[in-house]
C-alpha cells in the first residue's frame, strides 16, 4: 500500500495519521536536500573548475615571467661577453696601433704638403688632416691622411679614404701590404667582424699583413 493509499484509508488508527505526516516531511526534506545537494555540487564544480582555470593560468603566466627573467639573464651575459669581447679587441688593437705608428721621415714634397707631413710627424694629426685640405694631393698624400684619420678615430672617414686607396693600389705597390691591414683593423673598430674576416680571408698565409693580423688578433 502506497503512502497515499495509507493516508486515504480511513481505517487507519489515529496515530498512524502522524506517523505518515512525519513520512511525507522527510521524504519532502530529503528531497530539497538532494536538490540542494545537486545545486551545491553543481556551483562547487563551476567555481573548481574556475579557480583551477584561474590557477591554471597564474602557474603559466608565473612560467612565462620566469622563461623571460632567463632570457633576459642570457641576453644581459651574452651582450656583456659580446662588449667585453669587443672592447678587449680595440684594445689590442689600440696597443698595436701605437707601439707600431708609421712614419716615413725621408718624404718631402717641396710644397704646402710639407708642413702636412711636419704635422704627421709629430703626432699632430687633426692639424695634418687641416693641412692636406688646402693641397692638391697625391696618392702618398691619400694614404697619409687615411691613416691620419685611422689615428684620430675617424673610422668612418678613414674607411671612405681606404676604400679609394684599394682602387687605386694593386698588390706589390707600395703601401700595398698596409693599407690591407689597417683596412682590416679599421673594420674592427667599426665592429664589422664579416668584412674585416672577408680582407683576412683575401690574403695569402704566409703574406706580411696576414701574419700581423693574426698576431693582433690571438694576442
Do not use: C
Not at 579557480?51 to 612565462?64: A, T
Not at 692636406?132 to 671612405?160: R, T
Not at 679599421?186 to 693574426?214: C, H, T, V
Amino acid at each position: 500500500m502506497s503512502n497515499l493509499e495509507e493516508f486515504l484509508n480511513n481505517k487507519l488508527p489515529e496515530d498512524q495519521d502522524d506517523l505518515f505526516m512525519e513520512k511525507i516531511t522527510k521524504l519532502r526534506m530529503e528531497r530539497k536536500r538532494k536538490d540542494y545537494e545537486q545545486k551545491l555540487r553543481k556551483s562547487y564544480d563551476v567555481s573548481k573548475e574556475r579557480y583551477q582555470s584561474k590557477k591554471i593560468r597564474k602557474i603559466v603566466l608565473i612560467g612565462l615571467l620566469i622563461s623571460m627573467i632567463i632570457a633576459l639573464g642570457y641576453l644581459l651575459f651574452a651582450t656583456n661577453v659580446f662588449l667585453q669581447h669587443q672592447q678587449n679587441d680595440s684594445n689590442i688593437i689600440a696597443s698595436y696601433i701605437e707601439d707600431n705608428k708609421i712614419h716615413n721621415y725621408d718624404i718631402t714634397r717641396g710644397d704646402a704638403s710639407d708642413n702636412a707631413y711636419n704635422e704627421y710627424q709629430l703626432g699632430n694629426y687633426v692639424e695634418a688632416i687641416n693641412s692636406w685640405k688646402s693641397v692638391e694631393m697625391n696618392l702618398q698624400d691619400s694614404f697619409y691622411l687615411s691613416m691620419s684619420n685611422f689615428y684620430v678615430g675617424n673610422y668612418n672617414e678613414a674607411e671612405i679614404n681606404f676604400r679609394a686607396l684599394n682602387k687605386m693600389i694593386g698588390v706589390g705597390d707600395k703601401f700595398y701590404p698596409e693599407l690591407q691591414l689597417y683596412r682590416a683593423l679599421n673594420f674592427q673598430l667599426l665592429n664589422e667582424d664579416g668584412k674585416a674576416k672577408e680582407i683576412y680571408e683575401s690574403w695569402p698565409n704566409d703574406s706580411w699583413m696576414s701574419r700581423e693580423y693574426n698576431k693582433i688578433m690571438n694576442d
